[in-house]
């Protein structure tokens, strides 16, 4: 299975931490239902709902066999999404919308805070011109140049972080599609 089909059902199913419990209780074996009772400290009533709504967002699947018991086990999507990709869906996102903000600060705010520091030292230059000697109109100039470096490598930081978080947003994002059923 290379990504999830999302619909009404699906997100149902995940939308209880109780569910997410018994998706996680079934990744090691199958169960009954008093075995997932007793394992998770819940009534045999609660886990057999909980059960229901995991089988309708395809998810869990009843494995009868003609046995005396029924067992529930993960079905492939059930598999996939405990074992790859919930969790590490569920930090990605964050951190891609982190490190894009990060580019934006370091784009805007320290761009342009450096812009204003060069026009501020440049109306001060020309208002003591006639006070500085060379070697203070030389440091100054050298200390503009450190700005207008500094300014550009923020810059290409930023843009760089901003590309990252987008290839981020990307992988998660390709891995899910949505059914409207």
């Known amino acids: 299975m290379t990504g999830l089909e999302v619909n009404k059902k699906f997100l149902k199913a995940l939308s209880s931490h109780s569910r997410i419990s018994i998706l996680k209780a079934l990744g090691n074996k199958n169960y009954t239902v008093t075995e997932l009772s007793k394992r998770l400290k819940l009534s045999k009533s609660t886990v057999h709902e909980h059960l229901s709504i995991l089988v309708d967002g395809e998810l869990v699947k009843k494995n009868e066999n003609g046995r005396k018991w029924v067992y529930y086990g993960l079905t492939e999507k059930g598999h996939y ?101």
Do not use: C, W
């Open 81 to 181: 999404l405990i074992r790859n990709d919930l969790e590490k869906m569920i930090i990605l996102f964050p951190m891609s919308v982190i490190v894009f903000l990060s580019g934006l600060y370091s784009i805007l705010f320290i761009r342009f805070g450096n812009e204003m520091q060069l026009m501020d030292s440049a109306v001060l230059a020309t208002n003591e011109a006639l006070k500085v000697s060379e070697f203070d109109m030389a440091a100054s100039g050298i200390s503009e140049s450190v700005n207008a470096v500094n300014s550009d490598l923020n810059v290409l930081i930023g843009v760089g972080l901003i590309l990252l978080s987008l290839l981020i947003a990307y992988h998660i994002i390709s891995k899910i599609t949505y059914k409207s059923n």
